[in-house]
């Protein structure tokens, strides 16, 4: 688990105060409000050996002025402690020392801090490193994290070559790979692989957003039964066009919706998917799709097995066949009065998830109308331009694909809210545009 999280959670292991309530969302706490930091404990043990004492003597730093001088930041994902990027080579006293450690010393130091964590349940150490929008040239939409650089414990086999959808994982390979799990929004549990698939700390406020546990739990339309004209949460499904591990997956199975429809390409983040239902005590369905678009069984033979504990369908594969997948089983489920419509739409996919917007528009359902949940990546000059590209798009996506009911005018669209999420890089914000889209039958002078 992450330092934030626990604070959020469960209250603490490194020392820091517990917030006055589990609705709270405290800052990270400053270096001198920590009452013990595993990190420079770890590395203040290894400083005191004798080769590193050789070492401070050679360079001529004193062990006092080392000390003062250390890097503090970690995480802890059970059973792995993630550093950042810098953590060996910042504040510059300590990156001219660890500069200077041989490839031995080094192994020392790693064990010792991994030792210092013991308490923290951590047994493995690795430094991580930003996401990779493309490798060799080409869009990374595995999202596999190719910086990641594993220093103490056994990682199991190197990842496979980041963006090389060709190359999905088999049965042994999930089953001998080292996996690590946290928890978020009070109790959602997480998992996944580290060396193949990345965690995104930062979007812990907008899973709470979902679950309306978050400070801006006011601000997530579509999940109340005004909004949803009387509907229950509990009798419609959500599709994720991009859904990962269960970032967002999770938090509408936690808000209590029917049934999450999913499609994601990396064999890995699949099954972190399929190992976090489990954990969460939620039935996971995973079916292949194969490059033509054919399933590995009949849309007869999905509907058939289905049960009401089967919370998850993820179609492990191209989201290019999700409406043409999705039509058929939606035209069997209403004839067995089996069919939950779908209200939601998540578009998560940075920089940004405008390959989806066609399907998203033919998914929804077009009786009653819903929310799209449109991530990009935008400059924070042109977040207000964007919604009017936005609403634009849409517009002329949904007449589109609704041609044959002869929409005379513009379909009814807005966007109600803009959820600014994280700063992705300068001047440049990853934010949430909730889009509401009304039903066919309530655009100005539809035919009847």
């Known amino acids: 688990m992450d330092q934030t999280t626990k604070n959020q959670d ?30 420079q404990t770890g590395i203040k043990e290894f400083l005191k050996t004798p080769p590193s004492q050789s070492l401070l003597a050679e360079l001529e730093i004193s062990f006092d002025a080392i000390t003062a001088s250390l890097p503090k930041r970690y995480t802890v994902y059970e059973p792995l402690v993630l550093l950042p ?23 020392l130091l790693y064990t010792s801090i991994a030792k210092a964590f013991g308490r923290l ?13 493309t490798t060799q040239g080409q ?3 595995m999202r596999s994290p190719a910086g990641l650089i594993p220093l103490h414990g056994n990682f199991g086999n190197s990842p496979r070559a980041a963006g090389d959808e060709s190359e999905q ?28 698939t990345m965690f995104s700390r930062g979007n812990i406020t907008e899973k709470a957003r979902i679950t309306g546990q978050g400070p801006s739990q006011g601000t997530f339309p579509g999940l109340d039964e005004q909004s949803l004209r009387g509907q229950k949460i509990s009798d419609i499904s959500v599709v994720d066009m991009y859904a990962g591990i269960g970032y967002f997956v999770f938090s509408y199975l936690k808000r209590g919706v029917k049934r999450v429809w999913g499609w994601e ?14 954990a969460n005590r939620w039935g996971c369905r995973v079916i292949r799709v194969r490059e033509n678009g054919r399933l590995d069984i009949t849309i007869e033979e999905l509907v058939d097995s289905l049960t009401a504990n089967d919370r998850v369908v993820i179609f492990h594969g191209d989201n290019t066949f999700a409406a043409e997948i999705l039509t058929k089983i939606q035209h069997i489920m209403e004839q067995r009065n089996a069919w939950s419509p779908v209200r939601h739409v998540n578009l998560g996919l940075l920089p940004s998830s405008r390959p989806s917007w066609d399907n998203a528009c033919k ?4 009786h009653q109308g819903g929310w799209f949940h449109v991530h990009e990546n935008v400059d924070v000059r042109e977040i207000e331009e964007m919604k009017t590209k936005l609403k634009t ?41 909730d889009i509401q889209i009304s039903p066919l039958e309530d655009s100005p002078g539809l035919a009847e």
């Open 85 to 107: 990027a810098n953590a060996f080579n910042a504040p510059p006293l300590w990156g001219t020392f660890c500069a200077a450690l041989s490839p031995e010393q080094k192994d």
């Open 139 to 141: 869009e990374n939409r």
């Open 265 to 278: 390409l990396n064999g890995w983040s699949v099954e972190g998917l399929r190992r976090g239902c489990e």
């Open 363 to 366: 998914v929804l359902d077009r």
């Open 169 to 196: 994982p088999d049965t042994a390979e999930l089953e001998h790979a080292f996996w690590v799990q946290t928890v978020q929004n009070h109790g959602i549990q997480q998992v996944w692989a580290p060396l193949y």
């Open 393 to 433: 798009e849409l517009v002329r996506l949904r007449k589109m694909v609704h041609a044959e009911y002869d929409i005379p005018t513009d379909p009814m669209i807005d966007c109600h809210h803009v959820e600014h999420v994280k700063t992705y890089a300068p001047g440049v914000m990853h934010c949430v545009f």
């Open 10 to 39: 469960r209250g603490q292991k490194d020392g820091t105060a517990k917030p006055k309530s589990k609705h709270d969302y405290p800052k990270r706490p400053r270096a001198s409000e920590n009452k013990f930091n595993a990190l």
């Open 121 to 133: 349940g951590a047994t493995h150490v690795a430094v991580n490193a930003p996401i990779a929008l």
